[in-house]
């Protein structure tokens, strides 16, 4: 396979609209969607996807929009990079599937030794691959109980894990994912975090914080597992104080604790580093992968330490589709685009261009109370101006806004009131300037 130092990109990456937004096919499917599709599942967008590469989506009238969100940090390596695109041609020409615990395939094991060398720590590792974050984060949970023989997890204040049952007792948010859909699996304890911007603490302070209340409230001898996204994703991406997780995994460790890093969406490139977790230096004893892993195949990871998953007896870890070979022909692909194009790099120099023009503006628009994130994972958390209030109200504008323009922006937090930027790692940069005069402009207008 051809290795090529920069994207080349088979649809012009620009912004370009030729109707209002939703378009009459998108307004059309919209209705066909509406008597087929549950009402459950949400869309950011009013707009249906034709094609996508690069930084762009073209929908189903013709308008070339900027992806600022890559399907909520999945296309980091781009939505048709051939990287990826070839090897999952070459793979289901050959088979779709046998099932790795009936016949097992080589690709399953190369995604295995790629995801040993990639995560952080050189201790002896093992993986085991399935479909979804959710699906890891159970796993990994299962695994941290049998291992050690305890039961209590430890989940955060604005901790997102996913829809299943386990993971919806993980997540801190009643609303959308949890509410009137209970009751949720016992043993989690919610512990506070680490909100600079809101609780004001330095990072060791809030983890004494926590170590504290989990020896009163639980015991070490009774935890199994903390499990912590270094960057918290759709709670608000909210950056840790440094020291935070350093402090926390030093006591995990001490206390036979098993410390889980949930990078199903920091991971892969995204904070600039293959892993968030390498910031600090952390290493935890399981790390749980998706979203950002196989260039847009399903496909997630657990990998940790030897010597916990290879306590599990033989068929206690596994599923139908886990490690689909197209899923990991489609990791193989991201992987080599991700080096091939050096998009940890990248997501630096995203991060680089977009923290400084945000704070720039922070300087002028009072609304915006913390502008914060690492390499291309970015948020803007609105408030009333002179306070800590959110203004949940003016992010949804704003990403409508941008949206009329042809800027496809998402939300997030606890409280509603963050932009966030994931731009494909792979955009350029023009199309992220344009994007982030479109985004400066949407909350001049507003306010
Ligand atoms: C998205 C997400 C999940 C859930 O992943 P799914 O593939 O949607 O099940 C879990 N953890 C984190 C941190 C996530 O961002």
Redesign the pocket.
Known sequence: MSVSPAPAYRLPQKRALVTELPGPKSQALTARRRSAVAAGVGSAVPVFAADADGGVIVDVDGNSLIDLGSG??VTSVGASDPHVVDAVREQAGHFTHTCFMVTPYEGYVRVAEELAALTPGDHDKRTVLF???????ENAVKVARLATGKNAVVAFDH??????NL?MALTAKSLPYKKHMGPFAPEIYRMPGSYPFRDGLDGVTAAKRVISQIEVQIGADELAAIII?PI???GGFIVPAKGFLPTLVDWAKANGVVFIA?????GFARTGQWFASNDEEVVPDII?M??GIAGGL?L?AITGRADLLDQVHPGGLGGTYGGNPIACAGALGAIEAMRAYDLPGRATSIGDTALSRLRALQHDVSAIGDVRGRGAMIAVEFVTPGTTEPDAALAKAVAAKALEEGVILLTCGSYGNVIRLLPPLVISDELLSDGLDVLEAALRSLI
Not at 159 to 164: E, F, I, L, S
Request: proline share 3%.
């Open positions: 909520i940090a479909n979804s974050g959710a699906e890891a984060v901790a997102y894990h996913g829809r299943t993971t996204e918290q994703g759709e949930d990078e199903v969406q920091t749980t998706a979203k399903p997630s």
